[in-house]
């Protein structure tokens, strides 16, 4: 549940509708068996609000000579912030599912809750608290619960985020202490994903203990269409009981938009309420135009033309929901410009895009 944890703690990140499909063909060396050519089809759907996220993952893989693997997970969290006088602080709810099957007829299912305390800070942050899981595989008809209790802390630099996490689950009688870094960085048409792990049992078993790390880029051709490249090594798992495995991977992921995090440094937005989008008051400043056209991530980046208010000042259309996004205004056919008084920053091929965000809260 890092991911969940980390957007909880980082602040501003996308907010229209993510959904993204990937298909990959893969080479697989698991623990417990030889090298697998495996081709999947994967995809992700993932709404998230001011103080919510929701996020639904699944894929089907097949396995040369093995059959094939379905999964399936689901990622719910919520967050407030108990006071205003320590607006810094947040508290967050989460659950996560997961369900694995194989043609074999194995399966296994995960549930997880967890709770935590985050202190943010300008592009830094700190994270505590406690998860309990159960699981169920074929291996074992009795479920599994533990308690995994999290640490963790992160840091950003413009387009640069490193999270450090810290897990301690507790099963069954034994002990897996975990911990796991992940580097994300994203310039122009580049996204890049680094990620490292060790895990120790206090047990005199060492079937759990493990070492993983690996590397995933995404280089985007367009708005709407990646190539892929992944290689590493992914860790077992202890509640599931699933063997780790090595693996080298090329694919694309086809999107409606591409999806980028805000970088916290960007100046700070102005929030606007839903209620004065849709009645018209949200305007943006272009003097000396004849006509001005808006394209954002909330429409795929279609031309949209704007109203006239007077005096310089064009209206924003009023079907927009709650969310953050990105625009740019196009002025008289011609040039394309970030209006002024709006923060400004990369956009997917290293030129300059608006930051707009609308609150839902009064």
């Known amino acids: 549940?890092?991911?969940?944890?980390?957007?909880?703690?980082?602040?501003?990140?996308?907010?229209?509708?993510?959904?993204?499909?990937?298909?990959?063909?893969?080479?697989?060396?698991?623990?417990?068996?030889?090298?697998?050519?495996?081709?999947?089809?994967?995809?992700?759907?993932?709404?998230?609000?001011?103080?919510?996220?929701?996020?639904?993952?699944?894929?089907?893989?097949?396995?040369?000579?093995?059959?094939?693997?379905?999964?399936?997970?689901?990622?719910?969290?919520?967050?407030?912030?108990?006071t205003r006088s320590v607006s810094s602080l947040r508290l967050e709810l989460a659950g996560t599912g997961a369900y694995t099957r194989?043609?074999?007829?194995?399966?296994?299912?995960?549930?997880?809750?967890?709770?935590?305390?985050?202190?943010i800070g300008r592009g830094l942050g700190a994270w505590g608290g406690v998860g309990l899981a159960a699981a169920r595989s074929s291996f074992d008809p009795e479920a599994l619960t533990g308690w995994i209790p999290t640490a963790g802390a992160w840091a950003e630099l413009g387009s640069v985020r490193a999270t450090l996490s810290y897990l301690h689950t507790l099963l069954g009688g034994e002990q897996y202490p975990e911990a796991d870094l992940v580097v994300t960085a994203s310039r122009g048409p580049l996204d890049l994903t680094a990620y490292a792990g060790l895990r120790r049992s206090t047990s005199e078993s060492s079937v759990f203990d493990d070492e993983w790390g690996g590397v995933t880029a995404a280089i985007w051709l367009h708005d709407h269409a990646a190539v892929l490249v992944?290689?590493?090594?992914?860790?077992?798992?202890?509640?599931?009981?699933?063997?780790?495995?090595?693996?080298?991977?090329?694919?694309?992921?086809?999107?409606?938009?591409?999806?980028?995090?805000?970088?916290?440094r960007v100046r700070a937005p102005i929030v606007f309420t839903v209620e004065r989008v849709r009645s018209g008051g949200l305007t943006?400043?272009?003097?000396?135009?004849?006509?001005?056209?808006?394209?954002?991530?909330?429409?795929?980046?279609?031309?949209?033309?704007?109203?006239?208010?007077?005096?310089?000042?064009?209206?924003?259309?009023?079907?927009?929901?709650?969310?953050?996004?990105?625009?740019?205004?196009?002025?008289?056919?011609?040039?394309?410009?970030?209006?002024?008084?709006?923060?400004?920053?990369?956009?997917?091929?290293?030129?300059?895009?608006?930051?707009?965000v609308i609150s839902n809260e009064e």
């Open 284 to 356: 943006l400043r272009v003097p000396d135009a004849s006509r001005v056209e808006i394209a954002g991530d909330w429409n795929g980046w279609q031309l949209e033309p704007l109203e006239p208010a007077g005096g310089g000042e064009w209206i924003v259309p009023g079907s927009l929901e709650p969310g953050v996004y990105q625009f740019n205004l196009r002025v008289d056919g011609e040039r394309w410009i970030v209006p002024e008084g709006v923060p400004q920053l990369e956009g997917s091929y290293g030129d300059r895009v608006g930051l707009l």
């Open 1 to 82: 549940m890092l991911g969940a944890s980390s957007l909880a703690a980082g602040g501003l990140s996308a907010q229209a509708p993510r959904l993204e499909v990937d298909v990959n063909a893969a080479r697989i060396r698991y623990d417990t068996l030889g090298a697998l050519t495996a081709p999947s089809v994967s995809g992700l759907a993932e709404w998230q609000r001011p103080t919510f996220l929701g996020r639904l993952a699944g894929g089907l893989t097949g396995f040369e000579e093995a059959g094939w693997s379905s999964q399936l997970r689901a990622d719910l969290a919520g967050w407030v912030s108990p």
């Open 230 to 264: 992944s290689g590493g090594r992914y860790s077992s798992s202890v509640l599931q009981g699933l063997p780790g495995g090595d693996f080298f991977s090329v694919g694309i992921r086809l999107t409606p938009r591409r999806s980028r995090p805000i970088p916290p």
């Open 102 to 119: 194989h043609s074999d007829g194995f399966d296994s299912w995960l549930t997880k809750a967890d709770a935590r305390a985050h202190l």
